[in-house]
Every structure is written in structure tokens, then in C-alpha cells.
């Protein structure tokens, strides 16, 4: 298995511009999960989804953030407009439901906003 | 609310030799998980460790190993024998045995390894 995989890699943009990130979990994996790290807060919960369904977004940090999963195998986070402060590097993980399983971490896509 | 906390930003060890890195946690639940996660100048996350808050045996995984305290709250991680590849920032986190799975991370912890 490739693994979880993101796109793009890297974006730069300017305020005001929409960004959306890709995210292809592993395949089985019915948990996927998007996280944010910054130096200043660390790595932050965004949203989470169990079998597609959003379970909990209170990690979004304002209505500007948004994410959907389509389907098991495809998920976006879509920031509409962008600010500087969003620049960060957003993780995309995924995992089988279950408790003590692990999260498989994607490369991360490092966004700045200029 | 669970909180993670690793009070340690920074720590060095030389190489060969053995290095901890504190992690405690604060939670009500009694059944969960604790990980610790590696991320090298790469950015991927990495895990190294795992264990369960039901096992009293401390989990173990080559050169890395768990001091888990159930009642302090605390579960540290111990590096034997450091090796120049284990400079990275290493992440406690925790996770719920309930509905729900998603992860809290402790703040981060820099190794330096030293040659």
C-alpha cells in the first residue's frame, strides 16, 4: 500500500485565494482525520470521519474551514478565503475504527499564505 | 477535556547513550491509549510506541521503551543506545477507548543526538 497519501505537497497563496488540500486514505481505513500544526499551537485536531461521516469538526476554526469526504477514499479541506494565520502544515491520518489502532500519518501538505 | 503535556522542549543526548522524555496526561477515563510519535526533519509522523492503559507490562519496541504509571499519569518514553537517526521531535499522544478516536498531542519534544 502507498500509504496515505496528500496533495499538493506544497502551496503557496495569497490572501483572500481559496486552497483546497487532497487526502487519500489507506484503503480498509474507515477513520480519517485532519490535523494542523503550527509552532505556536502545535499539532491541533481540525475534524475527524468514521465510514465518511463527519463525527466531530470542533477543531475548525471558523467557518472558513470546511472538509468533505465523498467517499472511503477521498477527502478535502477547503479554506475559503485564506489569511497568513492559516499558513501551517496540515496532516491528513487515517485508521481502522477500532480503539488502539493506529494513526497513519500522510506526508502533510506545508500551505503558506502570503 | 484530555490535555497531554511533555515539559521537556528540548533535550540532547550523546550518542550510545540512553535518554528519556517525560509525557503526562490528565484524563478521567480509565481505558485509553498512549502513543509516541516521531517526526523527522521529513515531516512524517512516525509512530514509535504504543501501549495500553489495561496493561501493567511496560511496552517495548527494540531500543525504545515505556515507563507507563497509571496512577501518576505519566508515560514516559526511554531511548537506549541513541543513535544519530533518532534526532527528531517526539509527540506523546493520547486516545480515547470510546467512540470517538481521534488523538491528543502533547506539545513536542526536540532530540538533539550528539555525535
Known amino acids: 500500500d502507498a500509504g496515505v497519501i496528500q496533495s499538493p505537497r506544497h502551496e503557496v497563496t495569497e490572501m483572500g485565494q481559496e486552497v483546497t488540500l487532497r487526502c487519500k486514505p489507506i484503503?480498509?481505513?474507515?477513520?480519517l482525520f485532519w490535523y494542523r500544526q503550527t509552532m505556536m499551537r502545535g499539532l491541533e485536531l481540525l475534524i475527524y470521519f468514521n465510514n465518511n461521516v463527519p463525527i466531530d469538526d470542533s477543531g475548525m476554526p471558523e467557518d472558513r474551514f470546511s472538509a468533505k469526504m465523498p467517499n472511503a477514499s477521498f477527502s478535502t479541506l477547503k479554506i475559503q478565503p485564506s489569511e497568513p494565520r492559516d499558513s501551517a502544515v496540515y496532516f491528513c491520518a487515517s485508521s481502522l475504527k477500532r480503539g488502539g489502532n493506529e494513526q497513519f500519518f500522510g506526508p502533510g501538505t506545508r500551505l503558506t499564505v502570503l | 477535556a484530555q490535555t497531554v503535556t511533555q515539559s521537556q522542549p528540548e533535550m540532547s543526548v550523546q550518542e550510545a547513550e540512553t535518554v528519556t522524555l517525560s509525557c503526562t496526561y490528565d484524563t478521567s477515563e480509565s481505558d485509553y491509549y498512549l502513543f509516541w510519535y516521531k517526526q523527522p526533519p521529513s515531516r512524517q509522523m512516525i509512530l514509535v510506541i504504543r501501549q495500553e492503559a489495561y496493561k501493567q507490562q511496560n511496552a517495548t519496541e527494540n531500543r525504545f521503551s515505556v515507563n507507563f504509571q497509571k496512577a501518576a499519569k505519566s508515560f514516559s518514553l526511554k531511548i537506549s543506545d541513541s543513535q544519530l537517526g533518532d534526532a527528531a521531535m517526539y509527540f506523546c499522544a493520547y486516545r480515547t477507548s470510546r467512540a470517538g478516536n481521534m488523538l491528543t498531542f502533547g506539545g513536542g519534544t526536540r532530540l538533539m543526538v550528539k555525535p
Open positions: 484503503s480498509g481505513h474507515n477513520s
